[in-house]
Protein backbone atom coordinates (compact mmCIF):
# COMPACT_ATOMS: atom_id res chain seq x y z
CA UNK A 1 0.00 0.00 0.00
CA UNK A 2 1.05 3.59 -0.50
CA UNK A 3 0.07 6.10 1.63
CA UNK A 4 -0.07 9.94 -0.42
CA UNK A 5 0.60 12.75 1.58
CA UNK A 6 0.65 16.36 -0.10
CA UNK A 7 2.42 19.70 -0.05
CA UNK A 8 3.05 22.73 -1.29
CA UNK A 9 -0.30 24.49 -1.20
CA UNK A 10 -0.51 28.29 -0.63
CA UNK A 11 -2.03 31.34 -1.50
CA UNK A 12 -0.60 32.93 -5.14
CA UNK A 13 -1.80 35.62 -7.02
CA UNK A 14 -3.13 35.16 -10.60
CA UNK A 15 -0.36 34.40 -12.90
CA UNK A 16 2.12 32.72 -10.58
CA UNK A 17 3.38 29.25 -10.33
CA UNK A 18 3.17 26.47 -7.47
CA UNK A 19 4.56 23.21 -7.26
CA UNK A 20 2.66 20.61 -5.25
CA UNK A 21 4.66 17.14 -3.99
CA UNK A 22 2.68 13.68 -3.15
CA UNK A 23 5.42 11.84 -1.16
CA UNK A 24 4.97 8.22 -0.08
CA UNK A 25 7.32 6.32 2.71
CA UNK A 26 5.86 3.64 2.92
CA UNK A 27 6.61 2.32 -0.51
CA UNK A 28 7.07 4.14 -4.19
CA UNK A 29 4.89 5.02 -6.32
CA UNK A 30 6.66 2.82 -9.34
CA UNK A 31 3.95 0.52 -9.24
CA UNK A 32 1.58 2.74 -9.10
CA UNK A 33 -0.78 5.33 -11.51
CA UNK A 34 -0.58 8.54 -9.89
CA UNK A 35 -3.04 11.44 -10.15
CA UNK A 36 -4.36 14.63 -9.20
CA UNK A 37 -7.92 15.81 -8.62
CA UNK A 38 -8.83 19.20 -6.99
CA UNK A 39 -12.48 20.23 -5.43
CA UNK A 40 -13.40 23.79 -5.31
CA UNK A 41 -16.12 24.88 -2.70
CA UNK A 42 -19.57 23.91 -3.66
CA UNK A 43 -18.08 21.88 -6.72
CA UNK A 44 -17.17 18.07 -7.30
CA UNK A 45 -14.21 16.89 -7.30
CA UNK A 46 -12.57 16.79 -10.99
CA UNK A 47 -9.49 15.33 -12.32
CA UNK A 48 -6.42 17.22 -13.28
CA UNK A 49 -4.08 15.42 -14.05
CA UNK A 50 -2.10 11.74 -14.17
CA UNK A 51 1.00 9.54 -14.65
CA UNK A 52 0.72 6.06 -15.10
CA UNK A 53 2.41 3.21 -13.91
CA UNK A 54 4.13 3.29 -17.21
CA UNK A 55 4.94 6.89 -16.98
CA UNK A 56 2.60 8.06 -19.61
CA UNK A 57 0.47 11.24 -18.67
CA UNK A 58 -2.69 12.52 -18.83
CA UNK A 59 -4.25 16.22 -18.53
CA UNK A 60 -7.68 17.71 -17.73
CA UNK A 61 -8.27 20.09 -20.98
CA UNK A 62 -8.25 23.23 -18.23
CA UNK A 63 -4.78 22.81 -17.27
CA UNK A 64 -3.23 21.23 -20.19
CA UNK A 65 -0.11 23.38 -21.01
CA UNK A 66 -0.04 25.10 -18.21
CA UNK A 67 0.20 22.20 -15.70
CA UNK A 68 2.86 18.99 -15.61
CA UNK A 69 3.18 16.13 -13.57
CA UNK A 70 6.58 14.59 -12.85
CA UNK A 71 7.46 11.11 -11.02
CA UNK A 72 11.16 11.30 -9.56
CA UNK A 73 13.62 8.76 -10.05
CA UNK A 74 13.12 6.84 -6.93
CA UNK A 75 9.20 7.21 -7.88
CA UNK A 76 8.86 8.37 -3.93
CA UNK A 77 7.49 11.94 -5.16
CA UNK A 78 4.91 12.73 -7.58
CA UNK A 79 4.75 16.56 -8.64
CA UNK A 80 2.33 18.60 -10.16
CA UNK A 81 3.74 21.59 -11.86
CA UNK A 82 1.20 24.46 -11.78
CA UNK A 83 2.34 27.80 -13.95
CA UNK A 84 0.52 30.75 -14.63
CA UNK A 85 -2.20 29.81 -12.27
CA UNK A 86 -5.66 31.46 -12.61
CA UNK A 87 -8.75 32.10 -10.12
CA UNK A 88 -10.76 29.30 -11.47
CA UNK A 89 -7.22 26.85 -10.30
CA UNK A 90 -8.49 27.65 -6.23
CA UNK A 91 -9.18 24.08 -5.12
CA UNK A 92 -7.99 22.01 -2.45
CA UNK A 93 -5.90 19.56 -4.61
CA UNK A 94 -5.79 15.90 -4.00
CA UNK A 95 -3.07 12.96 -4.54
CA UNK A 96 -4.50 9.60 -5.15
CA UNK A 97 -2.99 6.17 -6.49
CA UNK A 98 -4.22 3.27 -8.02
CA UNK A 99 -2.35 -0.39 -8.62
CA UNK A 100 -0.69 -0.45 -11.93
CA UNK A 101 -3.15 2.28 -12.89
CA UNK A 102 -3.23 3.81 -16.41
CA UNK A 103 -3.72 7.29 -15.35
CA UNK A 104 -7.77 7.60 -14.94
CA UNK A 105 -9.55 10.90 -15.08
CA UNK A 106 -12.34 8.85 -12.69
CA UNK A 107 -12.08 9.30 -8.86
CA UNK A 108 -13.58 6.50 -8.03
CA UNK A 109 -10.97 4.25 -9.67
CA UNK A 110 -8.15 5.27 -7.06
CA UNK A 111 -8.00 3.56 -3.72
CA UNK A 112 -5.31 5.61 -1.97
CA UNK A 113 -5.88 9.25 -1.05
CA UNK A 114 -4.28 12.09 0.34
CA UNK A 115 -5.87 14.47 2.90
CA UNK A 116 -5.12 17.47 0.34
CA UNK A 117 -3.58 20.94 0.26
CA UNK A 118 -4.90 24.29 -0.36
CA UNK A 119 -4.32 26.51 -3.44
CA UNK A 120 -5.60 30.14 -3.94
CA UNK A 121 -5.25 31.93 -6.33
CA UNK A 122 -5.89 35.41 -6.03
CA UNK A 123 -7.22 38.12 -9.14
Known amino acids: QVQPVESGGGLVQAGDSLTLSCATSMRTFSNYGTAWFRQAPGKEREFVAA???????NYADAVKGRFAILRDDGATTVYLQMNGLKPDDTAVYYC?????????????????WGQGTQVTVSS
Open 96 to 112: AAEWRGPGRVKASRYDY
Open 51 to 57: IAWSGQT
